[in-house]
């Protein structure tokens, strides 16, 4: 099945994220990547946000993240899948994670896409698949601080025992129906209504910011990844 129909038609055209005016009122450095206008970096000192994220917690805005909806019978989904996947799990599947939501619609979350509809590709006629990148924003908080920012907005329990490495927790986040995938032990993606992304930016910057956070750019995560593999989602690979 071909995805074709997913890649932008207008040439040069740019997607933004919902959350881009926050970002730049924050002091974000934006840059084109795979399609997308995305915060980069805030201010001039990149080590900075590396060691707020080391030491404290931070947030980055990484809307422009594939995601998809599938709908099929649950084995057709597995195969897709490269393994079982199970409620309450993340499976990590080439760049993206894989997340049952039900026994026969799944999430897949991660980029770049067309990578992700590269993969998709191979579905059959009985899976259907839907780009919903848009309809979504994401958020990643990261760093020692970065579960205690949940607790100041949302009562989803992220004990280790209760949202492991790999846990997916669908449920309320700032009062907003969202769901969550914790990559790494210090590590939390989660995605929700684009419509509210302004609104839940400004939760978590206040959360954040009280307990010595600061939004950091892709370039401050991927340095991350580099420094510590254990923060680097593509390595929690259990699909």
Not at 34 to 42: F, K, M, P, T
Not at 101 to 130: D, F, M, Y
Not at 189 to 200: I, N
Request: proline letters at 6%.
């Amino acid at each position: 099945m071909s995805l074709d129909f997913m890649t932008l038609s207008a040439p040069g055209a740019v997607a933004r994220s919902p959350m881009q005016r926050s970002a730049a009122a924050a002091g974000a450095r934006f840059a084109e990547r795979d399609g997308w206008e995305v915060a980069v970096a805030y201010g001039a000192d990149p080590a900075a946000e590396c060691r707020a994220a080391e030491t404290a917690v931070a947030w980055a805005d990484v809307s422009h993240l594939a995601k998809h909806e599938l709908q099929g019978p649950a084995g057709e989904l597995d195969a897709l899948a490269g393994g079982a996947l199970e409620l309450g799990t993340a499976g990590r599947h080439g760049d993206a994670w894989w997340c049952r939501v039900a026994p026969e619609r799944a999430l897949v979350v991660g980029g770049p896409a067309a990578g992700v509809r590269e993969q998709l590709s191979t579905a059959p006629a009985s899976v259907s698949v839907l780009d919903v990148t848009t309809t979504f924003a994401a958020l990643t908080i990261v760093g020692p601080g970065a579960t205690e920012v949940f607790a100041r907005f949302s009562a989803l329990d992220l004990r280790d025992r209760a949202t492991p490495v790999a846990g997916l927790r669908p449920g309320s986040i700032a009062r907003q129906p969202a769901v969550l995938v914790r990559e790494a032990a210090e590590r939390y993606l989660f995605w929700f209504g684009a419509a509210t992304a302004e609104y839940v930016w400004s939760v978590v910057q206040d959360a954040a910011e009280h307990l010595g956070g600061r939004p950091i750019g892709l370039d401050a995560l991927d340095a991350l990844d580099r420094a510590d593999p254990r923060n680097d989602p593509t390595r929690s690979e259990n699909a």
